[in-house]
């Protein structure tokens, strides 16, 4: 499906009004406002409707009965967590409370907005755009969830690359019986591997710092190794130098 074609299930009006002319007039006032409804002819066909996408849906008070209305309560209830999906429901006009049968209907839908007929135009159109901005900032958020489990994903992909990638240096630099060191900022310590010592002559439990490598060198290169060194920390660059080194006991 394209992005184009899956942003306009998003914003999809389904009307389910059975009787009467409700969903006449619904669809009519929905039409001049370039909502493009549908309507559903049965609360299953709703139910199918909600499971592909949709932005809002006018339901009648007296249509939310039967195990129709069980289905679609039970995909309310399994909404992901982002999802509190919105619905208009179209009431009679009632003095006092509603009956309690009608109130546990409504609360099964959970995110609704009672609208009594006769139907007031303006009430409708502001209820059906309020409702279709609140769906689309929960689209908003369903986007930048996925945003971070992308970004989650990406970092573990990239941190396996990584992972795979340094165990295969380090298996080349044991074959190769290379000697390796690391300086971290500041410089003080020289984090050198194993080889490395053994080639300066050191053993495997050395703690190195630059007196100590400098003293290693030998005297006549021994400046000529400090410059280069200044020289890849001032200048950002490589260091690449060549020096005799003498043996030492510590």
């Known amino acids: 499906?394209?992005?184009?074609?899956?942003?306009?299930?998003?914003?999809?009006?389904?009307?389910?009004?059975?009787?009467?002319?409700?969903a006449q007039v619904v669809s009519q006032v929905l039409e001049a406002q370039s909502m493009h409804p549908e309507v559903c002819e049965s609360l299953a066909q709703l139910t199918q409707a909600l499971r592909v996408g949709a932005g809002i849906a006018f339901v009648t008070e007296e249509?939310?009965?039967?195990?129709?209305?069980?289905?679609?309560a039970e995909w309310v209830a399994n909404?992901?967590?982002?999802?509190?999906?919105?619905?208009?429901?179209?009431?009679?006009?009632?003095?006092?409370?509603?009956?309690?049968?009608?109130?546990?209907?409504?609360?099964?839908?959970?995110?609704?907005v009672l609208l009594e007929r006769p139907l007031n135009t303006d009430t409708l159109v502001s209820a059906a755009r309020s409702a279709l901005r609140g769906?689309?900032?929960?689209?908003?958020?369903?986007?930048?969830?996925?945003?971070?489990?992308?970004?989650?994903?990406?970092?573990?992909?990239?941190n396996a690359e990584a992972s795979r990638a340094n165990e295969?240096?380090?298996?080349?630099?044991?074959a190769g019986e290379l000697g390796t060191f690391h300086c971290?900022?500041?410089?003080?310590?020289?984090?050198?591997?194993?080889?490395?010592?053994?080639?300066?002559?050191?053993p495997a439990d050395a703690e190195v710092d630059?007196?100590?490598?400098?003293?290693?060198v030998h005297d006549g290169d021994r400046e000529h190794v400090r410059a280069?060194?200044?020289a890849a920390v001032e200048g950002r660059g490589l260091y690449d130098v060549e020096y005799r080194t003498v043996s030492t006991a510590i």
């Open 1 to 22: 499906m394209s992005v184009s074609a899956a942003a306009a299930l998003e914003q999809r009006v389904l009307v389910h009004a059975p009787r009467g002319r409700d």
């Open 135 to 158: 769906r689309d900032r929960q689209y908003q958020t369903r986007r930048h969830l996925i945003e971070q489990e992308e970004a989650r994903i990406a970092e573990r992909i990239a």
């Open 184 to 202: 971290p900022w500041p410089l003080r310590a020289i984090e050198w591997n194993a080889k490395c010592k053994e080639h300066f002559w050191l």
């Open 210 to 216: 630059f007196d100590l490598f400098y003293s290693l």
């Open 228 to 230: 280069a060194i200044q």
């Open 79 to 112: 909404q992901p967590p982002w999802s509190d999906f919105p619905f208009i429901v179209l009431v009679a006009r009632r003095i006092g409370r509603r009956p309690s049968a009608a109130s546990g209907a409504l609360a099964k839908l959970g995110n609704v």
């Open 168 to 174: 295969a240096l380090e298996v080349a630099v044991d």
């Open 63 to 72: 249509s939310l009965a039967g195990a129709e209305l069980e289905a679609l």
